[in-house]
């Protein structure tokens, strides 16, 4: 049978109320109360009751996460560093996927409202409106997601977000330094804010470099929506020869593209990718791409969480990591695999050439 508080307080010689006090980390209890209180529960194998504990406090215990697609290596960082942080102060967590879908995510915020104390939406793709909404129900956290400034924050809203700047500016920079005239930068999805202000950075850099930049949209942030793309800029931009991607999954699905068409990377197009998310030899060749810490937005988040009253955490930085897919522009760009499939299909069909022998005639008679 299980151990009960009861028989915690009895053991520990103090009142239920000053044991439940003590095992909830109250700081009513005095210190040497408390680690007494605590020694015994573990003797004891004590284990507290969420359910009891939520009928006596009001609370759950639990907070709820929302992620725009859990299969993204930059989500599950970032659901691990704050699982782990929450987790050690027995705190629950409960995750739901929106799959990138607005409505999804509206259905989500209502289920869990019930049920956890506390939401984070991570790159949510809300609008304003929603967001504050769903704030004014219960505490939101929102991470990598910024309300814009006509929308007022409400006071149960805290926002984690990543400074996309730094390491977009160095990887324009970074192409320019190796000869590249023009960007392609294939966005995420309409509704994402982090595209938007990634969009914003490449559009003043490129800018203030008198680089053109093209921009192609996404429907989805992930490895087909990257396959996608990448057929879209084969046909509509023939003449690229560098590629920024809204993160790692898109510019995967790119290379992919890119070499089933016959292209080299760097040596026809160079790419770059953003989070930093991909495990070691994922991508061939190693993705160059911009460091956007995941971990460290979950470590934030969940210091948000867990000291309400401290001041609003800085935003994440970000790095740009250098690796082998970007190398020095051959002017040609894409356009190279066209002349070298031109030269395939002219050599193929030319007809073989004749071949020369030498006739010996015969030499005649020594007489």
């Not at 197009?269 to 911009?290: F, H, I, Q, Y």
Request: neutral net charge; proline residues 7%.
């Amino acid at each position: 049978m299980a151990t009960t508080i009861r028989q915690v307080a009895a053991a520990a010689g103090v009142s239920i109320a000053t044991a439940s006090r003590a095992l909830s980390g109250s700081d009513a209890v005095v210190a040497s109360t408390k680690q007494r209180v605590l020694e015994v529960a573990q003797r004891l194998d004590y284990l507290p009751s969420r359910l009891g504990r939520s009928l006596a406090t009001g609370t759950t215990g639990n907070v709820g996460v929302i992620l725009p697609d859990v299969t993204n290596p930059f989500y599950t960082e970032f659901l691990a560093e704050l699982e782990s942080a929450l987790g050690a102060r027995d705190i629950g967590v409960l995750v739901g996927d929106s799959h990138e879908t607005p409505e999804l995510e509206r259905r989500l915020i209502q289920r869990m409202a019930t049920q956890v104390d506390q939401l984070v939406l991570a790159s949510s793709r809300l609008d304003d409106g929603d967001v504050a909404q769903a704030s004014a129900r219960l505490p939101v956290l929102l991470a990598n997601r910024m309300l814009g400034a006509e929308t007022p924050a409400p006071a149960t809203l805290r926002q984690v977000t990543i400074d996309v700047e730094p390491g977009f500016r160095e990887a324009v920079h970074h192409l320019r330094e190796l000869g590249h005239a023009a960007i392609t930068y294939i966005d995420g999805p309409p509704q994402s804010w982090s595209g938007r202000q990634k969009a914003r950075v490449l559009e003043t850099v490129c800018g203030e470099l008198s680089m053109p930049l093209t921009t192609v949209q996404l429907a989805r942030p992930d490895f087909g929506g990257g396959r996608d793309a990448g057929a879209r800029v084969l046909e509509g931009a023939p003449n690229t020869t560098a590629i920024i991607a809204f993160n790692d999954q898109v510019a995967l699905g790119l290379l992919s593209a890119l070499r089933e068409r016959g292209l080299d990377v760097p040596g026809d197009v160079s790419v770059v990718g953003c989070d930093d998310s991909l495990p070691e030899g994922m991508a061939w060749p190693a993705l160059t791409t911009v460091d956007s810490s995941s971990r460290m937005l979950g470590a934030r988040a969940a210091a948000a969480i867990l000291e309400p009253g401290a001041p609003q955490p800085g935003s994440v930085p970000t790095r740009l990591i250098v690796r082998a897919s970007t190398g020095r522009s051959h002017t040609a760009g894409i356009a190279n695999v066209a002349g070298r499939e031109a030269k395939r299909i002219e050599s193929a069909s030319a007809p073989p050439p004749v071949e020369k022998r030498s006739v010996s005639r015969p030499h005649p008679p020594h007489h």
